[in-house]
């Protein structure tokens, strides 16, 4: 019966996609001198695109292992997706700091430039990647399965911090982004 819960990913598409497509700014620029300092960097992409093994997978597991906490990580995902989606439309925000030209010419960057064609650099702040990988910690924390497994624990905020940094060393966030995620 928890599954019908899953109901909330197309909406919630379907809500952003609107978003993306009907608002034309203006956008307000998020930046900050810690962007600065942060350079490029395309490996960052590895954890990047994990998020989505990440979120999925620990929904999953909590799906069939751990119904109520898969309800609980639902709820907590549906509310910060949504006080998100109200922000973007309160306080419409974009970050500039996509590098003009690569350092290098590789396959990682290559697809970075991909993701930067289909993944606008509109909406960024608060960090749904940053939101989603919390979610997903917590789900996994929450289950039960790691309580007497430290080292998965630490694995799992590896995982997390790994793909909060991801965003930044990839340009596709600011650091602001992810300090105004994290109260969520």
Not at 83 to 91: E, M, R
């Amino acid at each position: 019966r928890h599954l019908w819960l899953l109901a909330f990913w197309p909406l919630f598409g379907v809500f952003f996609k609107v978003l993306e497509d009907a608002f034309a700014g203006p956008y307000h620029p998020v930046r900050c001198a810690l962007d600065d300092a942060i350079p490029f960097c395309e490996w960052f992409l590895l954890p990047y695109l994990f998020w989505f093994v990440f979120l999925a997978g620990s929904l999953a597991f909590a799906a069939i292992y751990a119904p109520n906490t898969f309800r609980r990580t639902m709820a907590f995902i549906m509310l910060t997706y949504i006080v998100t989606g109200i922000v973007y439309l309160v306080y419409p925000t974009c970050q500039q700091l996509r590098p003009l030209e690569f350092p290098r010419d590789n396959l990682l960057t290559r697809l970075t430039e991909w993701i930067y064609t289909i993944d606008t650099n509109t909406n960024v702040c608060p960090s749904i990647h940053v939101i989603g990988s919390f979610a997903a910690l917590f789900a996994l924390l929450d289950s039960g399965v790691f309580h007497k497994r430290p080292v998965w624990q630490i694995v799992c905020w590896l995982i997390t911090i790994l793909i909060c940094a991801s965003t930044v060393f990839l340009k596709q966030h600011s650091a602001l982004d992810i300090v105004f995620a994290l109260p969520l």
